[in-house]
């Protein structure tokens, strides 16, 4: 047995070999007949496993390994794949023909093999002249510690294998390359350091990173550290087995990217990513979120920015002030000017604020005429002050605009934070209050808030509500103040002038309570309720036996624009029955620069019905002479500001000397307002004015009074 075990198979060669030796031998004749039983059941069964051996060499290797490894058979099979001769093959390490990179399984089985393990499975050998071949490999161990190889070769279907993989490889880039979208693959080492394994797609050749770019290279080195930590933190999630999704920027471009996990025996080896671009739909939002939070005009921030805004700078800040900016009069500007003509100017009006702020500073458009100045850098009252003061300053520059020339004025209340207080809808209430008594301190103001603002605001929503009753109460009443020809020293009209003497605050100033109607729109009501009464009042004293004098009613601004406006004057003439040549109607020079062509209209349809037309404190307005030639007005009534400066002030007494001669180059006649002494009356005189109103001949009257100025002489003194 020891001499057959010492050859690599066994063949009928060796065996009849044997077999001639021992029958060469003196044997007895008892061994001599055992030895032919046993050939005669031996050699058929040598010989047919001599015959399978023979059939399997053409299809397979079949070699023997001692425990050591070491070749001690082969065959021609093996020897034709390797291109070797036998005698180079035969006690040469097994290892020895192995590729090694492809082939680490066999060296850790044959490094840790156990008696009964087979191994199975294709592995990749060497020839002679370093081409590589493949054979399916089995190793069975024997019970002597050797091992018995068989190895078939898979060259042709591994080969084929590798074209179809390759060929389905090449497909899969075409098909992922042609994607428009964006594909990639992280995969994660032993350290933990991320890097792509893939990276194709249309969109990825686009935004330049495709997998030859970025392949093995740490995010860092490709995103820098503050893109690569937010990618990391995703990737992390991602290999944690979580599904996400989220937005992310690269290159200005915005992308949505979906991260999808991939098992492998519990655990995830890999994540897939998948990207899409939505610039496109990321700058729509962002201009649809900016749309929302600016103005369109002058793409300042609005009124809900600011109160976002203003939140958080209190939050972040120690010290922030606001500043209520409101220019004053601005409808007036619209309304002679058009829309078009007032966006402008307000565009100019929010260049000219931002230009007096600092960049940490900021402005919103609140609508409107109104502006709202942050200063979030903790300003001082006295820097607030100053700044307050530039703006005022920029703001009443004149402008230039469709060949006319423009002034205007603000009114700015200021707010602090944390001195008023620390809520964002206070600050902004306080500021607005401090803004709204600048309107009490001669409008082109700057105030700061004081507590006892909220007092006087208070006072004023009261006098609102009870302004609104006492027109439908009939609390108001009319003072007639007489207008008197200056040669003469006669009545020659009145003007009516309403008062309110409330049942529980006692008689509150007109100064105070029109400015509150024109505000709410009671100023309507207000002007209609004057209207009736003076006409009424004037027929009756007609009726009575008086003698027939005009009476003036002043008009607002909103009246004398309404197309509907003469109609309604028309009207009340026929239920008072008052004929029209002794109505007034007076309307302010500023009112009628507003929408000034149907103004026009509205003057000439009741100069043709025959109410007379005079403008009213003449000198503190536009003073456009183009239009004022156009009014068909006949009477002019010069400001008591002028007329009460005529003798002490040079320039006051060439102005009133200028208007006369003005009004008389139109055919107009001039009423002098707050006429209050001798000696002005002598100046009016001289210098030709028709008419004074004033204390010195009479203060406004109560009906009951002005009656007894009617029943006296028709000459005064």
Known sequence: MNKLSNHSLLDMHTVNKLYDQLESQPLEESSK?????????????????????????????????????????????????????????????????????????????????????????????VTKTNTLFWMRTIIVPTDEGSSIIFGMDVTNQKYEETRQLEQAHEDYS???????????????????????????????????????????????????????????????RGFNGEVLSYKHRYKDRYFYTTLSPIFAHNEVVEVIGSSIEITSYEEAEHRIQHMASHDPLTDLPNRSKLQKDLSNLIERNPKVSILF?????????????????????????????????????????????????????????EEIAVIGQEVLQKIMQPIHLMDKQIFITAR??????????????????????????????????????????????????????????AITRNELQLYYQPKVNVETGYISGMEALVRWNHPEKGFISPGEFIPIAEETGLITQLDEW???????????????????????????????????????????????????????IEVTENSVMQNTDQCIRTMQDLK????????????????????????????????QTFIKGVLHDPSDSEIVKVMIQLADAFKLEVVAEGVENAEVLQFLQENHCAYYQGYYFSKPLPPEEMEKLLTKKQTYS
């Open 174 to 236: 075409r098909t992922v390359q042609s994607l428009v979208n964006l594909v990639f693959k992280v995969v994660r080492n032993k350290e933990g350091v991320f890097s792509y394994s893939m990276f194709e797609g249309k969109l990825a050749k686009d935004i330049g990173l495709t997998t030859m770019v970025v392949r093995s290279r740490k995010l860092e080195d490709i995103f820098g550290e503050k893109q690569s930590a937010f990618y990391k933190d995703k990737y992390t």
């Open 325 to 381: 900016c409101n220019l004053d009069r601005f409808k007036y500007v619209n309304d002679a000017m058009g829309y078009m003509g007032g966006d402008k100017v307000i565009k100019i009006m929010a260049d000219r604020i931002q230009s007096v702020l600092s960049p940490e500073d900021l402005l919103y458009r609140l609508g409107g005429d109104e502006f709202m100045i942050c200063l979030p850098n903790g300003q001082s009252s």
């Open 412 to 469: 700015i209340g200021a707010a602090r934070h944390p001195v008023d207080s620390s809520s964002s809808d206070e600050l902004i209430s306080f500021a607005n209050l401090a803004m709204q008594s600048c309107k009490h301190n001669g409008r082109h103001n700057f105030l700061f808030y004081t507590p006892n603002m909220n007092q006087y605001h208070d006072h004023q929503i009261s006098i609102e509500g009870d302004l609104r009753e």
């Open 608 to 639: 043709t019905l025959g109410v007379s037309l005079s403008i009213d404190d003449f000198g503190t307005g536009y003073s456009s002479l183009s239009y004022l030639r156009k009014f068909p007005i006949h009477y002019l009534k010069i400001d």
């Open 33 to 125: 007949q055992l030895i032919d039983e046993l050939k005669q059941e031996l050699f058929p069964y040598i010989q047919s496993q001599q015959d399978m051996i023979y059939a399997l060499r053409h299809v397979m290797s079949i070699m023997l390994v001692d425990n050591n490894g070491m070749i001690k058979s082969t065959d021609d099979y093996f020897c034709s794949l390797a291109n070797y001769e036998k005698n180079e093959v035969m006690d040469k390490d097994f290892t020895y023909f192995l590729s090694r990179p492809t082939n680490d399984s066999i060296f850790s089985y044959w490094n840790n093999r156990h008696d009964s393990e087979v191994f199975d499975e294709e592995l990749c050998y």
């Open 530 to 584: 004057v209207l009736n009464e003076a006409c009424r009042q004037n027929q009756q004293w007609m009726e009575a036996g008086y003698a027939a004098e005009r009476v003036a009613v002043n008009v607002s601004a909103n009246e004398i624009q309404r197309t509907d406006f003469a109609e309604k004057v028309n009207r009340v003439l026929q239920e008072t029955c008052l004929d029209p040549q002794f109505l007034e």
